[in-house]
């Protein structure tokens, strides 16, 4: 098995350790491989070890990997980084998922630049929830009325919300913020938008985010491992 074959056995194993901690199914929470920075060949590696979804931050690197790894059966690509207006159509024709929704303004050009020959784009909305100064994302406050606006729209797919809080001192403080986005996402579930996914938890971070309900964690430098930024 390859070294990325080997970092995501572990990465698993560490997953279901944090589902089983918390008291839920260890396929409750899916990994998300964010591929930035590294090519198409890690990708690969990645794929022949079973990974299918796989996570990037800068949509022309993305776009480029895309074409080349090519159609893969069930593979899933998700744009995760800040998301800018002009570069919302080749998201809107190349990746699967959009996870940094922040804008309504965003998501109208995401939907109506997304082909209607392709399925409709799987969207999380970005929440900053701790008023972190450079973090992108729609505050508290802001949510339930750019969800509603989202949810509407065609060719979209409102799925949930993803979060990158600053960081936490503590696994105690760090799950205590995640709880703060798992009760946004359950009210917005009690307006009937029926969303299933909370994006959150990272390398770093992960244990508190399962422990306080994410369904997906976003794990770079855990699989690929550490990044040169050369590219």
């Known amino acids: 098995m390859t070294t ?34 590294f090519g198409p060949d890690a990708v690969r ?9 796989f996570g990037e931050n800068y ?5 480029d990997k895309i074409a080349a790894v090519g159609a893969v059966p069930g593979i899933e690509w998700h744009c995760i980084g800040p998301l800018q207006s002009n570069k919302t159509r080749p998201v809107a024709e190349h990746f699967d998922w959009v996870q940094s929704v922040d804008r309504l303004k965003i998501a109208q050009r995401l939907s109506e630049q997304r082909p209607t020959h392709l399925a409709p784009l799987q969207v999380c ?6 008023g972190g100064a450079n973090k ?36 105690a403080s760090a799950r205590a913020v995640f709880a703060q986005v798992r009760v946004l996402f359950e009210a917005l579930n009690t307006q009937g938008l029926g969303l299933d996914t909370l994006s959150m938890g990272m390398s770093d971070d992960l244990e508190p ?22 590219i």
């Open 45 to 53: 590696d990645a794929l022949a070890a079973g990974q299918l979804a």
């Open 209 to 230: 985010a399962v422990a306080a309900g994410s369904t997906m964690v976003r794990v770079g430098r855990g699989v690929f491992g550490a990044r040169s930024y050369a």
């Open 4 to 37: 990325i074959g080997d970092n995501l056995q572990s990465q698993r194993a560490r997953l279901w350790r944090a589902c089983e901690q918390a008291g839920r199914p260890p396929d409750a929470v899916r990994l998300l491989a964010v591929s930035k920075t």
């Open 136 to 171: 992108s994302g729609v505050t508290p406050a802001e949510l339930p009325a750019l969800a509603s606006a989202v949810a509407a729209l065609p060719r979209l797919k409102l799925r949930g919300l993803m979060a990158i809080p600053e960081p936490a001192p503590d696994a």
């Open 125 to 130: 909305i970005q929440v900053n929830v701790d």
């Open 59 to 63: 949509v022309q690197e993305g776009v």
